[in-house]
């Protein structure tokens, strides 16, 4: 069974951001994998190691984001791939998702994997889409796999506690819900042997891709409050002393 | 302009959200002399449409096949293409249910159209709709807006708009109309099978006055002790963002959010928590929330009453020790 995995890497959750335009200013931050596509990536291995065939972990952005390929390599997948652009942030979600979809109609995968959403843009589409494009059956919010065959049969998250069984075709694009596994850490042995893996280079041009966006994001901006915030300072003690004052006979919710 | 709400009903049961967004079409409608109309679809749902009829919409569209009885996502798009194609809506307005995450962005796509998902808002500057959404979990809000032709679809954050502000009809009731649709079964490649829950909770969160909620400031199991702590002394229950249960520190049916439980507590002490929308959207209904986190800029704070900027860890047993001494 031949997995992609679609992986994105975002300002780590810590960085403070800087806004820049539509973007942010990238210097000075740090980039990690995208939570949401380390579930993802942690079951396309799992997968692979029950039912054979190789991973392959496939990322679009700058040059910096073949670390996170790397890390994909490291925890054990087989081979990259690398769709170099620069400005990747300025790509609509049709336009990310025709990118990806091009390198993805070069390979032979019986599955393809996404995370559910971003920690950056979270337009959450890019999955969706890419079945779309494929003409794959897909589904979303994924919380087990089980393989049958040339099917599957999946447990799909759906709101407010409710979870649905559907039977789905192979090959097929599956968004996969976060918590569905525990994510493993790469290994030493692990990171050596990512050393020796392969990370193919493509660039939208080198695809023959050309897009069109559907939307702009104009500008980005730290959102007006909805609220007044009261906030209570001093030491721990005296702060927490003011709340309880506060919630007590203020609030009057204690 | 021609507004159209694609409302969402399961087994007969509106999704709730539908209305939300109903009122965020009639909002748009009003400053931008559009019309509105409601669409449902499924299977033995004529009932629905007569009642989104009494809503302020020129027509309700009904669109009904054996096929679409259970939402499939190849099905509900082979259909609301159909509709879309004839109807000519200029914009199609969705509410951002898990449902509509599976299928609208492919809808819009199969009609070479672009989705603006998950919006909290609108403004109309000069004849141009933007739509306002959250990026970087919250720490950004981001205007957007449609480069080329209609149709464009947007989705709106449950939440985003009051569903009691939804306005009925002038006249009793408008239209319902019929719009027949083709659907292959060979088209539909998914087969959904049953539905259920997990094991019913033991805790019913909804139900509790005040809850003391973790994320992922708390760092690590074994400091949950002095969340449980500080949730005793205060007589509250203990909740937790969707990390805490993805790491299996807290049980599932402890989560709040999009994902979890929707609550209203009175009081909604949220420790550790940025504010990420999916934990956001169950909780903002809370009467009074207090946020304790280092980061002075974490989104939690914009919805907060009473905000500590500090280390949960020195925070919580201060709380805690304050707690228990105002109850003497």
Not at chain 2, 192 to 215: C, M, N, R, W, Y
Request: overall charge neutral; proline content about 4%; hydrophobic content about 45%.
């Amino acid at each position: 069974m031949n997995i992609l995995v679609c992986i994105k890497q975002v300002p780590a959750k810590d960085a403070p951001l800087a806004i820049a335009g539509n973007w942010i200013k990238e210097s000075d931050i740090g980039f990690e994998m995208n939570e949401p596509d380390s579930y993802a990536l942690e079951e396309a291995l799992r997968l692979k190691e029950k039912h054979g065939g190789e991973v392959i972990a496939l990322s679009l952005g700058p040059e910096r984001v073949k670390q996170t390929i790397k890390e994909a390599l490291a925890k054990g997948a087989d081979r990259g791939i690398h769709i170099a652009d620069d400005n990747f942030a300025q790509l609509d979600p049709l336009g990310t998702a025709k990118v990806i979809a091009a390198a993805i109609a070069k390979e032979k995968v019986d599955l393809v994997l996404t995370g559910l959403q971003s920690d950056d843009h979270g337009f959450g589409q890019t999955g969706v889409l890419l079945a779309a494009l494929l003409n794959l059956p897909h589904a979303t919010l994924i919380m087990q796999i089980d393989v049958q065959e040339a099917k599957m049969k999946l447990k799909r998250e759906l709101e407010a506690g409710w979870f649905q069984w559907i039977e789905c075709p192979l090959p097929a694009v599956l968004t996969i819900q976060s918590g569905i596994n525990k994510v493993r850490y790469a290994t030493l042995k692990g990171i050596m042997a990512a050393k020796k893996k392969e990370i193919a280079a493509l660039t939208r041009e080198s695809l023959g891709v050309t897009v069109e966006p559907t939307q702009k994001i104009e500008k980005i901006y730290v959102p007006t409050k909805s609220k007044k915030t009261e906030f209570l300072t001093g030491t721990p003690k005296e702060a927490a002393a003011k709340l309880v004052e506060k919630l007590k006979f203020e609030a009057r919710v204690i | 302009m021609k507004i159209l709400v694609i409302a969402e009903q399961r087994q007969g049961k509106w999704n709730n959200t539908s209305f939300e967004t109903l009122v965020a079409a009639q909002q748009i409608a009003a400053v931008s002399s559009a019309t509105v109309s409601a669409l449902v679809i499924g299977k033995g749902v004529a009932s629905l449409a007569a009642e989104l009829a009494t809503k302020n919409v020129a027509e309700v569209l009904l669109v009904e096949n054996d096929l679409l009885d259970s939402y499939t996502p190849d099905g509900y798009c082979a259909a609301l293409k159909q509709v879309i194609e004839s109807a000519k809506p200029d914009l199609v307005l969705f509410p951002h249910t898990y449902q509509v995450r599976d299928f609208a962005p492919k809808l819009a796509a199969m009609l070479g159209k672009g989705m603006v998902g998950d919006c909290v808002g609108f403004r109309s500057e000069g004849g141009k709709l933007v739509f306002v959404r959250q990026m970087f979990q919250g720490k950004t809000a981001a205007d957007v807006t449609f480069t080329g032709t209609a149709p464009w679809f947007v989705s709106f954050q449950s939440g985003a708009f009051r569903a009691d502000q939804l306005a009925g009809h002038p006249g009793g009731k408008a239209p319902v109309n019929v719009v027949a649709v083709s659907v292959n079964a060979a088209d539909i490649r998914t087969k959904p099978l049953d539905l259920f829950k997990e094991a019913k909770s033991a805790v019913d969160l909804t139900q509790a006055p005040l809850i003391v909620s973790i994320g992922r400031g708390i760092k690590a199991p074994e400091n949950i002790a002095q969340a449980e702590a500080l949730a005793k002394a205060m007589g509250a229950e203990l909740a937790a963002s969707r990390p805490i249960c993805d790491e299996g520190w807290l049980p599932m049916e402890r989560q709040i959010g999009s994902s979890g439980q929707t609550v209203a507590p009175k009081l909604y002490l949220a420790l550790g928590i940025s504010g990420a929308i999916q934990h956001v959207v169950g909780m903002k209904g809370a009467r009074t929330i207090v946020a304790v986190n280092k980061d002075q800029n974490a989104p939690i704070f914009e919805i907060a009453d009473y905000g500590i900027v500090a280390d949960i860890f020195e925070i919580m047993p201060a709380l805690t020790e304050e707690l228990q001494k105002a109850k003497g």
